[in-house]
Every structure is written in C-alpha cells, then in structure tokens.
C-alpha cells in the first residue's frame, strides 16, 4: 500500500528505529510495539512542539491517554532503516486533544515510495494531578496545539 494517507503542512515526522525485541513469532513487529511507537512519536513531536524547556507544555502538566485506535495496514519486518510515523493534532477540545498519525517507510526500503504500515489516532485528557480530574488547556497552549491542526485520520470504513 502506498502513501496517501499523510496530510500535509501540520505534520511532524518522527524516525523510529526497529529493535530486535519488537519482532514476534510471524517475523515481523509485534502489533503491541506499535502503541510504544505512537508514544515515542507523541513526546518527540510534543517537545518540538512547546520546545524543551517550556513551563506549558502538556507533557509536564499531567496528561493521559484515553483512547487508542489503529488500523493495521501492512507488516513491518525487522531491518535497520527506521520507520516513520507522521503525528499531527486532528481536534483540540476544551481539556482534550485528538492525534493522528501514519506509520510508513520513509521510501528508502521499497524504491521512493512510502509504504503505509498503520493509521493510528489517540485521545488524550489533560489531568489536574491532584485530583485527578480534567484540567482545560490555557491559551498558550491551545496556541501551540492548533498551530498542528490537521485532517481526520482517514480510517478505511467499517461495513
């Protein structure tokens, strides 16, 4: 399958690099490796988003994954060339925000094109420690996340 699900402009694209301990018994990445990509990819991009040392990034305020979603499109099979998965923002809500991404070659591997491993989209709640509750995003951040704005992940449909 070929690359047609990377939107363009809000993307930030973060290279994976395969290890022997993602490969199962069928002999390529476990599917369950896929969520640990997602994750590296979402904090790589949020640093680079509100930048290292930022006193408002979401990563240093409390924030939790509350719903996962991935379509599996086509194996990965252990080699050194790192994936790369694309992650962007799909909607920012008043405490929550939705990413979606694209896990594919980055083309040196099948001649110049990119195939697409996996759609991928998560939901996540900002968290007030303390209590444990919904915090809303301020304006500084909200700034940050719509500045990553992007489609919908084009999910095939159900049927």
């Known amino acids: ?10 993307v930030t694209s973060v290279d994976i690099s395969l290890r022997w301990s993602d490969m199962d018994a069928y ?9 640990r990509f997602l994750e590296d990819t979402r904090i790589e991009a949020i640093g680079r988003w509100f930048g ?8 240093d305020t409390g924030i ?10 086509e194996p990965v099979v252990l080699r050194r060339e790192p994936v790369v998965v694309d992650v962007w923002v799909t ?3 008043g405490s929550s925000v939705d990413l979606g991404y694209v896990l594919h070659d980055n083309g040196a591997t099948t001649g110049g094109e990119r195939a ?3 759609l991928a989209a998560t939901t996540m709640v900002q968290v007030d420690l303390r209590t444990s509750r919904p915090k809303a995003f301020d304006e500084g951040q909200r700034e940050v996340l719509e500045r990553h704005l992007g489609p919908e992940v084009p999910f095939r449909k159900r049927g």
């Open 91 to 93: 909607r920012v809500g």
């Open 27 to 35: 002999g390529h990445v476990n599917n369950v490796q896929y969520l």
């Open 52 to 59: 290292e040392s930022s006193s408002t990034s979401i990563l």
């Open 116 to 118: 697409v491993h996996a």
């Open 64 to 73: 939790l994954v509350a719903r996962q979603e991935i379509e599996y499109r």
């Open 1 to 10: 399958m070929t690359d047609d699900a990377t939107p363009t402009g809000a």
